[in-house]
């Protein structure tokens, strides 16, 4: 099932932001987001480590530091 919500206009903005990729849905934006609160309640020490990490991978995804899919099955043999 899917729905519309609304948002407004710097709720957007942000959330793009967050976006790792041009074609990244919102849905899975907002997943993502889900997850990282739901650790973060669970486990606050692995939170802050867990958060760290995902900074600094968009970092270097964003400097297109990053291997395709099709690269990393060579890499691996797969």
């Known amino acids: 099932m899917e729905t519309t ?12 932001k967050f976006k790792q990729y041009k074609n990244e ?3 899975e934006l ?7 609160a739901v650790k973060c309640e669970n486990e606050p020490k692995l939170s802050q480590k ?3 990490e995902i900074k600094e991978a968009r970092e270097r ?3 297109g530091e990053f291997y ?5 099955k060579k890499i691996l043999g797969l």
């Not at 919500?5 to 793009?16: A, F, G, H, W």
């Not at 907002?30 to 990282?36: A, G, T």
């Open 50 to 52: 867990t958060i760290k």
């Open 68 to 72: 395709t899919e099709a690269e990393a």
């Open 30 to 36: 907002i997943r993502k987001l889900i997850y990282i």
């Open 25 to 27: 849905s919102y849905n």
């Open 61 to 63: 995804i964003k400097k």
């Open 5 to 16: 919500i609304r948002l407004n206009v710097q709720t957007k903005e942000e959330l793009d």
